[in-house]
């Protein structure tokens, strides 16, 4: 599928209008600030952003989008690197050996490492996400509803994977969430389900409310509970000197960690559920399993922290390839872009990359600017950025929690919408403290209808002959493969997770 010269300008006619780059930077500035809370996630920020993109440009919105999906898992670094308090989970492995240079005097060093080897790797995964997803979405013409119902079940056995390792908890929150689907209109017969006579549920739980609600509200909630941790509020912020970059002899010793930490984290991407958590540690791990040196990771080694940052990075391009083509999210943070695409009217699959070609490649294109953005911000204020760390949550709460109140109501001008954010909240709080994903409900609400009528419409089609008229479909055996494979790919990724953990612990 070529890009011909009319579709380049136009990307670009758009990428260069003054909405859109304001949406770049505040997307990279406030995705740094996100990441680098501790607490925060760009999970959180996508969910609350959202309604905020209703008035936008689609272009507009989802540039904002990714670029702060982009920046917060960079963003996580910083204070992984100088107080050892990761700002989101895909930053742990770099905490290894990013706060031992800091420890050693490096700090400032392992800040321009990590922001260089963030860039590479976030670019290297965009590359990848413009070669590979174009081809893939010209593959989704051919589905039609069994397809489809197919790929909704693909995209639900992540669902085991989002509950850190407590696959019964997932399940049980994702069959939650698949039951919330149900409440509104039968899709076939337009009768009301579930909606207890009330009038406002006939339309269906709304999901962004929902989504603010299980993210934000729940998250504001959970750090209430945690004020008197001084890691919340920390001013100790560590003295940087010294320089910024690596040596030539360092980025030469480098290149091969980067380059294979950019492959780990594009495969880890594209693999639903996984996330850049995943992919950080398998990328440390066979990073030190190459080393010539493996005794000096977690001591401070430079290849440790490139390799996790490489990796974690690369994981942002490799996830939304799923999630354009076929509307499989590959991580927590794109299952909530998934639905910012609805929102703003785009179907992933084949029609985003002919109907919408203009709209998705400046998508694309503008993450590749964020990266860009990203590291230039990341090396200009080095010194500085750190001291985001040390706003007390105290001020932040009330405005999240404004923010989501606001963001909630002006959905459809009604205070039912904030009820239901709030009543979410309440759940995502009592979730996560007892160990269930908030993630798998929100996939499952998401993908629980399109299953629901693939299903029902495969039924009508196949005339009474259901599997029969699956096993006919390659396609379809095709996608069953797939479910397959990503039902045993969350056992095989934990494995090499416990064994890169004992080789760091037995070292």
């Known amino acids: 599928m070529a890009i011909d010269t009319a579709l380049l300008l136009s990307v670009f006619a758009q990428l260069a209008s003054p909405d859109v780059l304001l949406m770049l930077c505040v ?62 989970p895909a930053s742990a492995a770099t905490a290894m050996d990013g706060y031992q240079m800091t420890l050693r005097g490096q700090g400032l060093k392992a800040l321009g490492t990590s922001t260089l080897c963030s860039v590479i790797g976030g670019m290297v995964s965009v590359v990848a996400l413009l070669l590979l997803a174009p081809p893939l979405a010209q593959i989704s013409l051919r589905f039609s ?56 549920l006939e339309n269906g739980i709304s999901l962004i409310p929902a989504m603010i609600g299980l993210f934000s509200i729940s998250q504001v909630m959970i750090q209430a509970e945690k004020l008197h941790n001084a890691k919340l509020h920390s001013s100790d912020v560590p003295k940087l000197e010294g320089s910024l970059f690596p040596s030539r002899a360092e980025w030469r010793k480098l290149r091969g960690t980067i380059s294979r930490s950019s492959i780990i984290g594009v495969l880890v991407g594209c693999l639903p559920g996984a996330g850049g958590d995943v992919a950080s540690w398998v990328a440390y791990n066979e990073a030190k399993r190459s080393s010539k040196n493996p005794e000096n990771y977690g001591k401070g080694e430079i290849e440790g922290l490139a390799a996790a940052e490489t990796a974690n990075n690369a994981v942002t391009g490799g996830a939304m390839i799923p999630l354009l083509t076929l509307g499989i999210p590959g991580s927590a943070a794109t299952a909530v872009m998934l639905g910012g695409l609805y929102i703003h009217g785009l179907q992933p699959g084949h029609e985003l990359f002919t109907v919408n070609a203009h709209i998705v490649y400046a998508i694309i294109v503008g993450l590749l600017l964020a990266n860009m953005l990203m590291g230039i911000v990341g090396l200009a204020l080095a010194k500085q950025v750190v001291k985001v760390a040390s706003v007390p949550f105290a001020i932040l709460a009330p405005i999240i929690v404004v923010l989501s109140v606001v963001g909630s109501y002006t959905i459809n001008n009604s205070m039912f919408d904030v009820y239901v954010m709030t009543a979410f909240g309440l759940l995502g709080y009592l979730m996560r403290k007892t160990g269930f994903s908030t993630a798998a409900i929100v996939l499952a609400m998401i993908l629980g209808a399109m299953a629901e009528l693939g299903f029902r419409q495969s039924l009508v089609m196949s005339k009474g002959n259901l599997l029969g008229y699956y096993f006919d479909r390659p396609f379809s055996l095709l996608i069953m493969g797939l479910i397959l494979l990503a039902l045993l790919s969350p056992l095989l990724l934990r494995w090499k997770r416990k064994r890169a953990l004992r080789v760091l612990q037995s070292s």
């Not at 997307?27 to 501790?38: E, H, S």
Request: no cysteine; proline share 5%.
């Open 27 to 88: 997307g990279v500035l406030g995705g740094i600030f996100l990441g680098a809370l501790p607490g925060l996630s760009a999970t959180m920020g996508i969910a609350l952003l959202i309604p905020v993109t209703f008035g936008m440009q689609p272009v507009a919105a989802l540039v904002l989008l990714s670029a702060i999906y982009a920046a917060a898992v960079y963003g996580g670094s910083i204070t992984a690197i100088l107080i050892h308090t990761p700002g989101t």
């Open 145 to 200: 509803a069994p397809e489809y119902f197919l790929i909704a079940v693909f995209g639900l056995t992540i669902i085991g994977s989002l509950s850190s390792g407590a696959m019964a908890k997932g399940l049980s929150a994702g069959l939650l969430g698949l039951l919330i689907s149900l409440v509104g209109v039968d899709v076939m017969t337009a009768y009301p389900r579930f909606t207890f006579g009330i009038a406002e």
